[in-house]
């Protein structure tokens, strides 16, 4: 038996554990975010579980929650695990259902995405391998909350609600939005980097993260976001071998990064990198004043080099 004791179902102190289990700690958590408090207040494990055996919550403590949503924390709070409802059945509940969180966009004619949006997803096959490989190294640390019509439209075709898309599916919608089917099935591909048939959300973010539409304001912001995931020094500094060090940790491997990238660390290999180095890679002659012809060839250099 093991487990955090507030979150544990009646029978998992009894020492069974199933699928069920999981749908009662749910159950836990949506108490908690609709009251603020825990169901069952107890000092000891063994209170615990004499309490999810015997006793009902107070459900006065969630009286702001809809009724609906009351609905769906009781079916999950059932203390037998034979009648407590499914993960598939809380799914299908009227809380979400109310919610059209499942309301897929496929075939509507309403379009989900904005023109800028699905611009984005069309020039993909024309980014770099190094623009690409950046958009999902900043599509790990940038803040998902804003990008609504984005989110809303992953989750609409998540049928399976595992977070991630088939190529298939993605596809499919697309070419509902107007894309020529060729085209869509190629940004389809484009998008499942790692060649599974799956898109994860990491990479449909990274999909929409085009820095050639984006402001020189924007395209620094974002260019910045990555560059401190190497943990620059106080003189706004990295020392070469740190990045590939600090790439490693954020699960990418040698395979996952631009070849273009890794030349350009070896040429630098004997010093520190700054930010206007990382930016001139991606956007070059970002600078703000006219460089000289040393500094053209250099840049000219990375062009050709993530071309």
């Given at each position: 038996?093991?487990?955090?004791?507030?979150?544990?179902?009646?029978?998992?102190?009894?020492?069974?554990?199933?699928?069920?289990?999981?749908?009662?700690?749910?159950?836990?958590?949506?108490?908690?975010?609709?009251?603020?408090?825990?169901?069952?207040?107890?000092?000891?494990?063994?209170?615990?579980?004499?309490?999810?055996?015997?006793?009902?919550?107070?459900?006065?403590?969630?009286?702001?929650?809809?009724?609906?949503?009351?609905?769906?924390?009781?079916?999950?709070?059932?203390?037998?695990?034979?009648?407590?409802?499914?993960?598939?059945?809380?799914?299908?509940?009227?809380?979400?259902?109310?919610?059209?969180?499942?309301?897929?966009?496929?075939?509507?004619?309403?379009?989900?995405?904005?023109?800028?949006?699905?611009?984005?997803?069309?020039?993909?096959?024309?980014?770099?391998?190094?623009?690409?490989?950046?958009?999902?190294?900043?599509?790990?640390?940038?803040?998902?909350?804003?990008?609504?019509?984005?989110?809303?439209?992953?989750?609409?075709?998540?049928?399976?609600g595992d977070g991630a898309l088939s190529t298939e599916?993605?596809?499919?919608?697309?070419?509902?939005?107007?894309?020529?089917?060729?085209?869509?099935?190629?940004?389809?591909?484009?998008?499942?980097?790692?060649?599974?048939?799956?898109?994860?959300?990491?990479?449909?973010?990274?999909?929409?993260?085009?820095?050639?539409?984006?402001?020189?304001?924007?395209?620094?912001?974002?260019?910045?976001?990555?560059?401190?995931?190497?943990?620059?020094?106080?003189?706004?500094?990295?020392?070469?071998?740190?990045?590939?060090?600090?790439?490693?940790?954020?699960?990418?491997?040698?395979?996952?990064?631009?070849?273009?990238?890794?030349?350009?660390?070896?040429?630098?290999?004997?010093?520190?990198?700054?930010?206007?180095?990382?930016?001139?890679?991606?956007?070059?002659?970002?600078?703000?004043?006219?460089?000289?012809?040393?500094?053209?060839?250099?840049?000219?250099?990375?062009?050709?080099?993530?071309?």
């Amino acid at each position: 038996m093991s487990g955090t004791p507030p979150y544990m179902a009646p029978e998992v102190w009894t020492g069974n554990s199933g699928k069920a289990c999981d749908l009662w700690s749910c159950g836990i958590m949506l108490f908690f975010m609709l009251s603020g408090r825990f169901p069952f207040h107890c000092q000891t494990p063994d209170e615990f579980a004499r309490a999810t055996a015997t006793l009902e919550p107070d459900w006065g403590f969630m009286g702001g929650a809809s009724k609906e949503a009351h609905s769906l924390c009781r079916h999950l709070l059932v203390k037998s695990d034979v009648h407590r409802a499914t993960a598939q059945h809380a799914m299908q509940h009227e809380w979400f259902q109310r919610h059209e969180v499942h309301k897929c966009w496929q075939g509507s004619s309403q379009t989900p995405l904005n023109k800028a949006e699905i611009d984005s997803l069309v020039n993909l096959p024309k980014r770099t391998e190094f623009e690409k490989f950046l958009s999902r190294l900043v599509a790990t640390q940038l803040d998902a909350g804003p990008q609504t019509r984005i989110n809303n439209f992953f989750h609409a075709l998540d049928r399976r609600g595992d977070g991630a898309l088939s190529t298939e599916a993605l596809a499919m919608a697309l070419k509902s939005m107007g894309l020529a089917p060729e085209l869509a099935e190629q940004v389809a591909r484009e998008l499942d980097v790692a060649k599974r048939g799956r898109v994860s959300y990491t990479e449909f973010l990274a999909g929409f993260l085009d820095f050639r539409t984006r402001s020189p304001a924007e395209q620094d912001d974002i260019l910045r976001l990555a560059w401190h995931q190497f943990s620059p020094s106080e003189n706004g500094q990295v020392k070469t071998n740190e990045v590939q060090n600090a790439l490693a940790a954020r699960g990418m491997t040698v395979a996952d990064i631009p070849s273009g990238f890794l030349l350009a660390l070896k040429k630098d290999a004997s010093g520190y990198l700054t930010f206007s180095w990382f930016k001139n890679l991606l956007v070059p002659g970002s600078g703000s004043v006219t460089p000289p012809a040393s500094e053209k060839k250099r840049r000219n250099f990375f062009e050709r080099l993530f071309a």
